[in-house]
């Protein structure tokens, strides 16, 4: 289930892992509760995309939408009204390997990747869900965020 990280936010107490859903623990006697799509927000499935999003949904169980185990949460400013009316915000990605004609012919293997940013709220409400395409495979494992910024590193 997790190999990296647990996470509690917006009620939920969450087993995290670098490619795959998370899975929901009770958070009184941390038995598992099973696989959490988030109210169907994620796709269970492999961290893989055809880069077609009606195809990815005809694949469900093998095309999936995954979660980083390294999620931060961003407090708001307290000397920002807006900031604050905006509360606690979870920032988190999954990434996917994409097939590639592209990157074939650039000699760069035969995937390029799909890095999805997400923010969501305390109910879990993905307020922001931003897709950013790499060129080649990139295992993005880790990240800050900053009041303006979403600062990603990737293995080399």
């Known amino acids: 289930m997790a190999n990296t990280n647990v996470l509690y936010f917006g009620g939920k107490l969450l087993a995290l892992w670098e490619a795959a859903q998370p899975y929901a623990l009770d958070p009184k006697s941390l038995e598992t509760i099973g ?12 961290p893989f995309t055809t880069g077609v999003p009606f195809v990815d949904k005809l694949a469900a169980g093998v095309v999936g939408d995954p979660l980083t185990a390294h999620p931060k949460v961003d407090e708001p400013s307290p000397n ?24 074939v012919a650039a000699g760069r293997g035969a ?46």
């Open 80 to 103: 920002d009204a807006a900031d604050a009316r905006n509360g606690r915000r979870l920032v988190t990605y999954g990434y996917r390997a994409m097939p590639s004609a592209a990157a």
């Open 35 to 46: 696989l959490d799509t988030l109210d169907e927000q994620l796709q269970p499935g492999m």
């Open 111 to 156: 995937f390029d990747s799909e890095l999805m940013l997400y923010e969501f709220d305390e109910e879990w409400t993905a307020v922001r869900r931003r897709p950013i395409y790499l060129d080649g495979f990139a295992f993005v494992h880790d990240f800050v965020v900053t009041q303006h910024y979403v600062l990603g590193f990737q293995n080399p």
